[in-house]
């Protein structure tokens, strides 16, 4: 099963994600997560990243493509995968379901996770991650509208998209999660 997750910023895809590939007992795909481990390990594409992270902007096409897609291209993704945090602009989508129909590969289901904006906030701010602060947890919000949130569009209009509501224990959004899965299969 090829899975995206998509959702405001601290609604709990990674949290959700991890758990669910664990389950289904395939990758976990986080660009947020490659780009981290890079910048713990101060590789180059960590210090690129690492510029825009801080700030809360997204991390140029270009480099976010190249990495997705190079996960999405090893062996252990061909009977699935669930990409979390990508893609997050309409270019990126495009991108993505380029690479995936050359494969002869295609997404399945995105799951959209919903939460109301004060919880995730709230949620951000006592993750404590070094760009949950205020001022960039602010910009992450202004670019999901501006840059993310209308690739949903794209997916509704393809008839992907599957609303699942985010607020409530982990235990309990995953088993909503499994729920929507098993309806729209
Ligand atoms: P996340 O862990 O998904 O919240 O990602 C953390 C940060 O990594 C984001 O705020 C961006 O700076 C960068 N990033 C992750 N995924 C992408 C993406 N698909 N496009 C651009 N930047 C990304």
Redesign the pocket.
């Known amino acids: 099963m090829n899975i995206v997750f998509f959702g405001a910023?601290?609604v709990g895809?990674?949290t959700q994600a991890e758990i669910l590939a664990r389950h289904l007992a395939i990758p976990h795909i986080?660009?947020?997560?490659?780009?981290?481990a890079a910048v713990a390990a101060a590789k180059p594409l960590g210090l690129e990243?690492k510029r825009?992270?801080?700030?809360?902007?997204?991390?140029?096409?270009e480099?976010?493509?190249a990495i997705?897609l190079d996960a999405l291209s090893e062996p252990d993704c061909a009977a699935g995968f669930i990409l979390?945090?990508?893609?997050?602009?309409r270019a990126?989508a495009e991108a993505l379901a380029a690479a995936l129909n050359a494969g002869g590969r295609e997404i399945d289901h995105v799951v959209y996770l919903t939460a109301p904006i004060d919880e995730l906030v709230e949620r951000m701010l006592k993750r404590g991650?070094r760009?949950d602060t205020e001022e960039?947890i602010r910009t992450?919000f202004d670019?999901y509208q501006q840059e993310t949130a209308p690739v949903l569009d794209y997916y509704r209009e393809a008839g992907m998209v599957t609303e699942v509501n985010g607020v409530g224990e982990i235990e309990q959004v995953q088993q909503r999660i499994l729920d929507a899965l098993q309806r729209t299969a």
């Open positions: 910023p601290g895809k990674g986080s660009t947020g997560a490659i780009f981290r990243a825009y992270m801080d700030d809360g902007l997204l991390v140029p096409d480099l976010t493509t997705a979390d945090g990508y893609p997050r602009n990126q991650r760009d960039v992450r670019v």
